[in-house]
């Protein structure tokens, strides 16, 4: 009955080959699509890790931003604390601490309000030296130093070995000010945080904020899968410490990768759709008519005593050999549309970041596996109706029928 | 025990019909296509049904053949009555029990000639084995042995009657029924099947049943029933079946 199913393909070759085509560019389409928004996706993954780290640990009215002073701080037992607790997590390379601060950075006659984010020099969690790309990163034994982003130096026209003024507000509610060099520039990936974030040394935000306490512990892990499990053990342990902190996942903290992908998601999901519903028309249409034909076929088999059943599976069959073969088809192509896209490496921008990449396509399990498992079925879906009918006529009509 | 050729006919009813009538609804009013018939073949019968074009033979053939109902009486298979059964019910008792061969021949283009003949091992899962050995079985009887890998469209009309025989046969049916056998195949052509038939009625012990409008296959049966106007009208009897 296999043979029959896949031996009636061979009946019209030009109507097989061209709803197998159609199905094929289908799933290429889609394919290609799903590639690039999945490698598109995971560049703003890696940029955004690169930025946040996997995990941060911190106060919730910091987090939710409604903090009216700095009663989020974190004291340095309780830091110490948190630290031990996550380090008993699987998965957990090691934790950092941070201490960010507003404050306004003069030059000359200049100035620009910045968020300067204190951070653990050469610490092996999460640090910028390796953006730098223009004099030296920060070192354990900097206290007065500052990394500028390459769009602000360009803005203030500084350069490294440049002094500036660092203003801010300490905790108590003083004016505080100290000069600070600037050691090197950084670039990142995004034109945001290169604008309006500096790096300085964790003592130095410390000794600014007249404060021993830091506002976040940063918890790297070995992999981004285990992300969410992590953040909810951490949760549940923190819960049980008593510790009233609260966790968030690099996904979160972003609300540009939030946003993205979600465009990103409505995007695809709706191109599927279109794939689908464009598929799944033409399909039927070209099987309702090769059901058709086969009418007084239909009737002989079944006066040969095939049941209405076995007649519908050997439609239904037939129609998912189609499936495969033009998904497979699509499955081909799709791949070496990826392949030339990555090899001709043309140059995207994409949205809010500094530096364009090599326009690339995925090609993962995931990228294949969804186009396929699509086509496929919407085949079987065409199928169905049409199938259906077929069984439906009398077995005398059937063969009267030319 | 009755001899009938090579093949003892002992006289259990295989197929019976009890006032059997078929109405056809034609505009308001409904065309009585057959019109009460009774008719009994037994084991080894070689009847042939002969009557003019619009008779009711394709009626009444089809439901012998159990692929259409009668709007009255009941036609027993095995002396079992068939009008409780359902669909499906009704295939597997075709698909066991009963060959068919067309007027068109019907073959399916898309398979060999061997493929063709299997068919009907598929349906009863028969082994692989015994599949092949008995489609060559067949193939031989009907004088087709090096046609299997074949396309039906590659064969001349006598020769995919012989398929379309040899499919019939396969499965060591009860019943071969044959609407018009002889019709779509030129008077020599048509003899040599009737010839084939006949044959394997004796050889096999396999009640036959011809329905057609062609005077000359008559000559080929041991019993001959007249139909008009969906009434069977007369029986005629032949001792010995050879034709001139
Ligand atoms: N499906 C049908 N609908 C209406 N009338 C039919 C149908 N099939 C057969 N008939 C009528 O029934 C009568 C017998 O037809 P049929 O059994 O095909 O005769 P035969 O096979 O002897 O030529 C004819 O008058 C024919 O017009
Ligand atoms: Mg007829």
């Known amino acids: ?402 | 025990m009755q001899r009938s050729g090579f093949c003892y006919v002992n006289g259990t009813p295989v197929l019976e019909t009890r006032n059997l009538i078929k109405d056809y609804p034609l505009g308001r009013e409904n065309v009585r296509a057959l019109d009460g018939v009774d008719f009994t073949a037994v084991q080894g019968d070689f009847a042939v049904i002969n009557g003019p074009s619009g008779s009711g033979k394709t009626t009444l053939l089809n439901m012998l053949a159990l692929i259409d109902r009668p709007s009255e009486g009941e036609v027993l298979f095995e002396e079992k009555p068939t009008s409780r059964l359902t669909e499906g019910e009704l295939a597997l008792l075709r698909r066991e029990k009963i060959g068919l061969v067309f007027q068109t021949f019907n073959l399916i283009p898309v398979l060999s000639v061997a493929e063709n003949v299997e068919y009907p091992l598929l349906l009863t899962r028969a082994p692989r084995g015994a599949r092949r050995e008995r489609v060559a079985a067949r193939l031989d009887e009907v004088g087709l042995s090096g046609f299997g890998k074949r396309r039906p469209d590659e064969l001349s009309g006598g020769q995919r009657q012989r398929v379309a025989v040899a499919r019939a046969l396969v499965t060591q049916p009860r019943l071969v029924l044959a609407d018009e056998p002889t019709a779509n195949l030129d008077s020599t052509t048509g003899k040599q099947i009737m010839e084939l038939l006949q044959g394997l009625n004796t050889d096999h012990c396999v009640t036959f049943l011809v329905v057609t409008h062609d005077p000359s296959v008559v000559d080929y049966a041991q019993r001959v029933l007249t139909i008009r106007d969906g009434r069977i009208q007369g029986e005629e009897k032949r001792g010995a079946p050879r034709p001139a």
């Open chain 1, 1 to 402: 009955m296999a043979r029959l199913a896949l031996r009636n393909l061979s009946r019209n070759r030009r109507r097989t080959l061209l709803s197998a085509g159609i199905i094929a560019l289908g799933c290429a389409l889609s394919l290609v699509v799903l590639g690039f928004v999945e490698r598109s996706r995971s560049l703003i993954q890696e940029s955004t890790v690169q930025q946040f780290g996997n995990i941060q640990v911190a106060d919730p009215a910091l987090l939710d931003g409604r903090a009216e002073g700095f009663e989020y701080l974190i004291p340095p037992a309780e830091q110490a604390q948190v630290a031990a607790l996550v380090r008993t997590e699987r998965g957990v390379l090691g934790t950092t601490a941070q201490l960010a601060l507003s404050g306004l950075l003069a030059v000359r006659r200049t100035t620009a309000v910045v968020r300067a984010v204190g951070v653990v020099p050469e610490n092996d969690v999460l640090d910028y030296n390796d953006l730098v790309i223009e004099g030296r990163g920060l070192g354990p034994a900097d206290v007065g130093a500052v990394l500028v982003g390459q769009t602000l130096a360009d803005e203030l026209g500084l350069r490294p070995g440049d002094f500036v003024n660092l203003t801010a507000t300490t905790v108590a509610g003083a004016f505080n000010v100290s000069p600070l060099e600037v050691v090197g520039l950084f670039r990142f990936s995004s034109v945001e945080v290169e604008r309006a974030q500096v790096f300085v040394p964790l003592s130095f935000a410390q000794l600014l904020l007249a404060t021993d306490g830091v506002d976040r512990i940063v918890v790297r892990l070995d992999r981004l899968g285990r992300t969410w499990t992590a953040a909810r053990a951490i949760g549940v342990k923190l819960d049980a410490a008593g510790i009233p902190l609260e966790v968030r996942t690099w996904d979160v903290l972003s609300p540009f990768y939030q946003s993205l992908s979600g465009f990103f998601d409505i995007l695809f999901g709706f191109l599927v759709a279109a794939v689908f519903i464009l598929v799944f028309f033409i399909v039927l249409q070209i099987l309702t008519l090769s059901f058709l034909e086969r009418t007084r076929e239909v009737g002989t088999i079944r006066a040969l005593g095939t049941r209405q059943g076995e007649v519908f599976r050997l439609f239904v069959e037939e129609s998912l050999w189609l499936g495969l073969v033009g998904g497979g088809i699509g499955v081909l192509a799709g791949a070496a549309i990826s392949f030339l896209f990555n090899a001709a490496s043309i140059p995207w921008q994409p949205p809010g970041t500094v530096q364009a990449v090599a326009l690339g396509v995925d090609f993962t399990g995931a990228v294949v596996l969804i186009p396929f498992a699509v086509s496929v079925v919407s085949t079987l879906a065409s199928a169905f109706l049409p199938a259906y009918q077929a069984t439906r006529v009398s077995v005398v009509d059937a063969l009267r029928a030319v």
